[in-house]
């Protein structure tokens, strides 16, 4: 019984408190003192992506032997610093009399409250399809494995999932480090990896979609707010009916959510979109720059097509913006924002060179 207590505190801890902590830590340096507390968590998950693949991709190619241990320990160091810095700046403009306010719920969530209802139970209904009729797969094999394997032996990418025997590092899947964020998930509150992928972050990051979904239709809707939840209930009936090929995102989010390309094409891009969209409107928000910075970052935790795929959004997305305010620099300023991938895209091809001439000269 205190086991699970501990494993529902620690998801509480790990899923909400630390990254509604860094969300406030980003969110205060654009100097907002109204907040909406969606976008703060939102945020926050895109912080704490791309801080986790800065800190796990380094340890991952140049630490070798039980090398989690060193992941696990660092990140939780850096990721409690970064939520006590923005509590401790929300806490500190308080004290000097600041009015920083959250937007209250009616704000958040307008419109018809019955219809608001029934977006409820529509998703109370997908997550007990997703937990009650979860489905298994080759990629489980893999994926699932992999992050079970660093859980159990505090090793990464040093074991072949399918045979457990060793093996070199695959580059490609080294660097889309989202399966050890799932073991230093598990880790942390002491749930089983694959009890963790089929049965619990379905049930988090679904909901974390879905309000993603809902910022961009608060966006798009702009006054006719009393839409919002017209708009979310249809989201959720796309997740429902979208089944219509293996291949499409809402398939990955309802059967695959455990997999890095469920998250880049139903929270990454979305939350992309979301961010050049809020910029458009504000081009000296500090903290969607930030934001935008931390986007082309996370990428490539999930997969590297999506870490080209982010770029492509950006320069087209940016493309257009610039002939808006007719000003090249905004393009430049918008460009730099892609740096990370740039790194990105150094550190994959070198190690790629580097561990095929080592396994060809063996």
Request: net charge neutral; with cysteine; charged share 10%.
């Given at each position: 019984?205190?086991?699970v207590?501990?494993?529902?505190?620690?998801?509480?801890?790990?899923?909400?408190?630390?990254?509604?902590?860094?969300?406030?830590?980003?969110?205060?340096?654009?100097?907002?003192?109204?907040?909406?507390?969606?976008?703060?968590?939102?945020?926050?998950?895109?912080?704490?992506f791309?801080?986790f693949?800065?800190?796990?991709?380094?340890?991952?190619?140049?630490?070798?032997?039980?090398?989690?241990?060193?992941?696990?320990?660092?990140?939780?160091?850096?990721?409690?610093?970064?939520?006590?810095w923005?509590?401790?700046?929300?806490?500190?403009?308080?004290?000097?009399?600041?009015?920083?306010?959250?937007?209250p719920?009616?704000?958040?969530?307008?419109?018809?409250?019955?219809?608001?209802?029934?977006?409820?139970?529509?998703?109370?209904?997908?997550?007990?399809?997703?937990?009650?009729?979860?489905?298994?797969?080759?990629?489980?094999?893999?994926?699932?494995?992999?992050?079970?394997?660093t859980?159990n032996t505090?090793?990464?990418?040093?074991?072949?999932?399918?045979?457990g025997?060793?093996?070199?590092?695959?580059?490609?899947?080294a660097?889309?480090?989202?399966?050890?964020?799932?073991?230093?998930?598990?880790?942390?509150?002491?749930?089983?990896?694959?009890?963790?992928?089929?049965?619990?972050?379905?049930?988090?990051?679904?909901?974390?979609?879905?309000?993603?979904?809902?910022?961009?239709?608060k966006?798009?809707?702009?006054?006719?707010?009393?839409?919002?939840?017209?708009?979310?209930?249809?989201?959720?009936?796309?997740?429902?009916?979208?089944?219509?090929?293996?291949?499409?995102?809402?398939?990955?989010?309802m059967?695959?959510?455990?997999?890095?390309?469920?998250?880049?094409?139903?929270?990454?891009f979305?939350?992309?979109l979301?961010?050049?969209?809020?910029?458009?409107?504000?081009?000296?928000?500090r903290?969607?720059?930030?934001?935008?910075?931390?986007?082309?970052?996370?990428?490539?935790?999930?997969?590297?097509?999506?870490?080209?795929l982010?770029?492509?959004?950006?320069?087209?997305?940016?493309?257009?913006?610039?002939?808006?305010?007719?000003?090249?620099?905004?393009?430049?300023?918008?460009?730099?924002t892609?740096?990370?991938?740039?790194?990105?895209?150094?550190?994959?091809?070198?190690?790629?060179?580097?561990?095929?001439?080592?396994?060809?000269?063996?």
């Amino acid at each position: 019984m205190l086991q699970v207590i501990w494993q529902i505190i620690g998801l509480f801890l790990f899923m909400i408190a630390i990254p509604f902590g860094m969300g406030l830590a980003v969110m205060q340096t654009g100097g907002k003192i109204k907040m909406d507390p969606v976008t703060v968590l939102v945020s926050g998950y895109l912080v704490m992506f791309a801080t986790f693949e800065v800190v796990a991709v380094p340890i991952v190619l140049w630490v070798s032997g039980e090398n989690f241990i060193y992941l696990k320990w660092f990140y939780l160091f850096l990721s409690g610093l970064l939520a006590l810095w923005g509590m401790f700046l929300y806490v500190k403009r308080k004290k000097k009399g600041e009015e920083i306010t959250f937007d209250p719920v009616k704000e958040i969530f307008a419109g018809d409250k019955v219809l608001w209802c029934m977006v409820l139970l529509v998703l109370l209904y997908i997550l007990y399809m997703i937990v009650t009729h979860t489905s298994f797969d080759g990629d489980d094999s893999y994926y699932v494995a992999q992050s079970l394997i660093t859980q159990n032996t505090g090793t990464m990418y040093t074991q072949e999932p399918y045979t457990g025997g060793s093996t070199v590092l695959d580059v490609r899947h080294a660097m889309a480090v989202f399966t050890m964020w799932i073991a230093y998930l598990g880790s942390m509150t002491g749930i089983h990896t694959t009890i963790l992928c089929h049965s619990i972050l379905p049930c988090i990051i679904l909901p974390l979609v879905l309000l993603v979904d809902m910022l961009i239709g608060k966006e798009m809707l702009g006054e006719k707010e009393a839409m919002l939840p017209h708009f979310v209930l249809f989201m959720e009936f796309l997740f429902l009916f979208g089944y219509v090929s293996l291949y499409t995102g809402e398939t990955f989010l309802m059967t695959r959510t455990w997999q890095g390309k469920a998250l880049a094409s139903n929270f990454l891009f979305p939350m992309g979109l979301l961010l050049l969209m809020r910029l458009s409107k504000d081009l000296h928000d500090r903290s969607t720059w930030i934001l935008l910075c931390m986007f082309a970052t996370a990428a490539g935790l999930f997969s590297s097509l999506a870490v080209m795929l982010s770029v492509l959004l950006i320069v087209c997305f940016g493309f257009f913006l610039m002939i808006r305010e007719k000003s090249f620099l905004l393009y430049v300023k918008l460009g730099l924002t892609c740096l990370p991938v740039v790194v990105y895209f150094g550190i994959y091809v070198m190690n790629y060179f580097l561990y095929s001439y080592v396994h060809y000269k063996k």
